[in-house]
Structure formats: C-alpha cells, structure tokens
C-alpha cells in the first residue's frame, strides 16, 4: 500500500484522538471532537474567528443587465457589516448571475484583483457553464503587508490583546461567510450547491473559510501549499518556518513566535481538511509548483478519507501511486488533480472542479 505506507513514515497526530487520550470511534464521537479540531486550526494557526457582525446589508452600487452579451446580470455591490460598538466596514462584492435560470449553483472566488473577468476569473466561461460568481478582492478587506492593521482587521482585533489577535486569512475568511450571508437572501442562488474558491494563499484562506461554515457544500483549493492542503510534516518546498519569516501577518502570533518553530505541534493540515467533512473537498495541484508540494497536498487530501468514512463516505477515490500530471481523481466524494506546469488558477483547472460540481448540481 504505497499512499498508505507514505503516510505512516510522516507519524502524523491522529485527527481520531480527543486531547484526554480517547479514540474517536462513532460519528457521534466524531462532532464532539470536530469542536476541538476547530478549536486547535483557530487558536494555534490562524486566530479564533468573531462571529457575524451585528448587522450586515448590501448597497447596490450599480448593475449591468448585459453582461457578456446579455447571457448573465452583473451587480456591483458593498457589504456593510456594523458591529457592537457601532463601528462600521465595508467592502465591495461583484457578483454575475447567469439569466433564466431558476436554481444557480455558485462559486464564491475570493481573489487578488477587483478585475471581472481577471486572469484567474474566465467570466464568460463560467456563465456558459451554468454558475453564478461572486467575487471580492481581498486587499479591499484588509491589506496584505505585515504591520498593517487595516481594515476589517482593525474591527475583528479592536478589544483582543495582542497575542490573541487574528491573522489575514481568517480576516479574509471572516469577509467570505459575510458574502455567504448576503448570498442567503439571493432567491435564484442553489443554497446547496456554493463553493468556496482560491488560489494559492486564498487557497489557504478557501480551505479555512469551508472548514468554519458548513454552509460552502464545496472548498476549492488551487495550489494552497504551506498551511492549506499541504501537510507540514515530510514537506518539500515552503515550510513553518519560511512562511511565518515572510508572512506573519496570515497568522495568529503565537503560531509565528512560538508554534511554527516547533517540530512536534499537535496537529498538521489534515485538520484542517477534516473539517470539511462531509462536504466536498476539492484540490488542484501543478506539477513545477514545488513550493507548494503537490506529492503532499495530495497525500493530505487522501489522509482524510478516514473522517469521510465515519460518515459512511468514500472521500477521494484514488489509485495507490503517486499522482502524475493529468491525472484528475473524481470517482468519489472528493476531487484531486494535478495540472502540468506552474503555480497558477488556469482555465484548465476550472474545467476540472466545474466537472466535478456538474455531478452533483440538478439543473
Ligand atoms: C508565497 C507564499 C505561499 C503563497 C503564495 C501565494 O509564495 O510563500 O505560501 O501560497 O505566495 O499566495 O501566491
């Protein structure tokens, strides 16, 4: 058994095993301990997440009836949440609709630029395809440069100490449950079927945002690497270390003074991908892109199947090899594959996470 032998040589901590010692036996054990798997991501990694604000609304900025040709609506809108202490943020959210349709899957691309369309955002593609988009630039949330506590991350952190302060990407997490709330009250939106998407550290930042709300059916990782799908432990490429020297900004500071120096932490990112059981977990990977470490984005994505099958489910369905390019995995509940080339959200691996949604969307 390759893949599984691989995985006993990385000695990895047992996401089955509650911190007094217990063996996570029944799916009921499984949720009581999924709490303290939350628990573990947020305060040791990348902050422990404020709930909704006190009150959120949209503002219509404009709208555009003839987007790409008419076949979908576009709007421009601003997300204003205002919290406790009356202070207020805002940021901007454009979303396409696909016209005549009654029940819209959707896709929630949290990205690095406003532009639509925008190289990692084919518009026309995607509407072609049947799903509605929803968009925000992450910089319009919270600025992505250490030392700069802008933003809604001036709000999140405002009455917390310094050491127990949240890191970017759950600030940017934190954003993308506010676009879900907004997308509740959008009556064509398929409430069962929106995903959570991104690339790289919005990769990152997708994965966290699903494990936290189980209203994303799907989380869409693209090439996540270091503290998304890839395990830390046996990793090639970026490492605790390196990512907590040039970002510790993302992350909570204890994981940056403390934790990401620590060989023996209690928990590795299959905790985090645990949580997205039993919803559908779905993870791309390029071949050249040896920062992130495909070989051990994949071997993550298949060390959860043991949380799937407390649900009676499969995970990801996968031969016992090494995965080459061009594989793509999708007999099972979750996706894998590996793209040729280099660290990038290209229209060749869209094509395989809407193949992969297309099964499960009733149109
Ligand atoms: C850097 C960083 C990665 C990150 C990537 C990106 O390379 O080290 O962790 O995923 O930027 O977001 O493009």
């Known amino acids: 058994m390759f893949i599984q032998e691989k995985l006993r040589e990385l000695d990895l901590p047992d996401v089955l095993k509650f911190k007094n010692g217990a063996q996570v036996k029944t799916l009921e054990d499984w949720e009581k301990r999924r709490d303290e798997v939350k628990q573990i991501i947020q305060e040791n990694m990348y902050g422990v997440l404020p709930p909704r604000p006190l009150h959120l609304r949209a503002e219509e900025i404009n709208s555009d009836a003839g987007f790409c040709a008419g076949k979908a609506t576009l709007k421009n809108v601003s997300l204003i949440s205002t919290f406790n202490d009356d202070d207020i943020f805002s940021f901007p959210v454009t979303y396409f609709i696909p016209v005549n349709r009654k029940s819209v899957p959707a896709i929630l691309l949290i990205n690095f630029r406003s532009d639509v369309p925008d190289k990692y955002l084919p518009a026309e593609e995607l509407i072609d395809r049947g799903y509605a988009i929803f968009t925000f630039n992450y910089a319009n949330v919270t600025s992505d440069t250490p030392d700069s506590p802008d933003g809604i991350y001036r709000n999140l952190n405002k009455h917390r100490e310094k050491s127990k302060c949240i890191g970017k990407i759950a600030c940017w997490a934190w954003a993308a449950m506010r676009v879900m709330d907004m997308i509740q009250s959008i009556g064509c939106i398929d409430k069962r079927n929106i995903a959570v998407a991104g690339h790289s550290r919005l990769g990152k930042t997708a994965l966290l945002t699903a494990a936290l709300d ?10 996540s690497g270091c503290c998304g799908a890839s395990l830390e432990r046996g990793k090639g490429g970026e490492r605790h270390s390196m990512i907590t020297a040039t970002f510790p900004h993302w992350f909570t500071p204890k ?22 059981a039993p919803r559908h977990l779905l993870v791309g990977s390029a071949a050249e892109d040896s920062w992130a470490d495909p070989m051990s984005e994949y071997l993550c994505t298949c060390k959860v199947n043991e ?21 793509s995995f999708d007999d099972g509940d979750n996706h894998y594959h590996l793209r040729a080339w280099k660290h990038y959200l290209s229209r060749e691996d869209w094509n395989r996470y809407l193949d992969f949604m297309d099964k499960y969307v009733n149109r």
């Open 214 to 223: 189980d209203r994303f059916a799907y989380a869409i990782s693209n090439d």
């Open 307 to 327: 949380v799937y099958a407390l649900y009676g489910k499969k995970g990801l369905e996968h031969p016992d090899r090494a995965p080459v390019p061009g594989d």
């Open 255 to 276: 994981f940056v003074t403390d934790i990401s120096k620590n060989a023996e932490i209690e928990f590795d990112q299959h905790f985090l991908l645990s949580l997205i």
